[in-house]
Structures are given as C-alpha cells and as structure tokens.
Nanobody
C-alpha cells in the first residue's frame, strides 16, 4: 500500500512557475511508476506526465511538453512536477498517482492504470 500527499499548489500569474511535490509512504517506492494528472472543473481527469521506476525515463503530454518536468528522488520517496510558463488553461487540481510496474519502462497515461492516488493540490493561473 502506498500513501501519496501532494503539496505546492497555489495561485500564480500567467507565465509564472510552481513546483509541486508528492510525498510517498512505503518501502517499495522504487517499484512504482509515478504519474501526475490534472482535472479542471467540469472536465475529465487527464494525463500530464509520468516517470519510470528508476527515474531514467519520462513521458509528458503534448500540453506539458516543453513547460512541465517530472522528476523523482527515490531515496527521499518524493516526486516533483515543475510547472513553468503557466497558462490559465493549466488551472486544475493536480493529482499524484502510483502503480506497481513489472516493466521498467512502463509509464501509463491512462488514469485507470494507476492504483494509488493523492488528494490533489489546486493550481490556479490567473491575473
């Protein structure tokens, strides 16, 4: 069982930056693929980024490409999402997710493939 707690959200102006953190409990953190998803008000939860077990590979959505960076520190049981050049359409609740992966390179983009979820942290981009 993995427990996830996100933090770092807040209000930021367009073009600004935020760094989200996800703290994970458990002794097998390095066995899990980690992902970030977001859900805007009235919309479906969508994939943002994922990172493999070792942290050596990542995938990002088209909207995140070039602006958002996912990283992890397995010794710290932490995952981060660096949000740069934020736009109003990035406003959403951002969720950290985890799933055990047998395949080292597995990085699912579908939320149904993730077993564990944090409570979310609100990111609001507005003037």
């Amino acid at each position: 069982q993995v427990q996830l707690v996100e933090s770092g959200g807040g209000l930021v102006q367009p073009g600004g930056s935020l760094r989200l953190s996800c703290a994970a409990s458990g002794r097998t953190f390095a066995s899990y693929v980690m992902g970030w998803f977001r859900q805007a008000r009235g919309k479906e939860r969508e994939f943002v980024a994922a990172i493999n077990r070792s942290g050596g590979a990542t995938v990002t959505s088209d909207s995140a490409k070039g602006r958002f960076t996912i990283s992890r520190g397995n010794a710290q049981n932490l995952v981060w999402l660096q949000l740069n050049n934020l736009k109003p359409e990035d406003t959403a609740v951002y969720y950290c997710a985890a799933d055990r992966q047998v395949i080292e390179g597995g990085m699912p983009a579908n939320p149904i493939d993730y077993t564990y979820w944090g409570q979310g942290t609100q990111v609001t981009v507005s003037s």
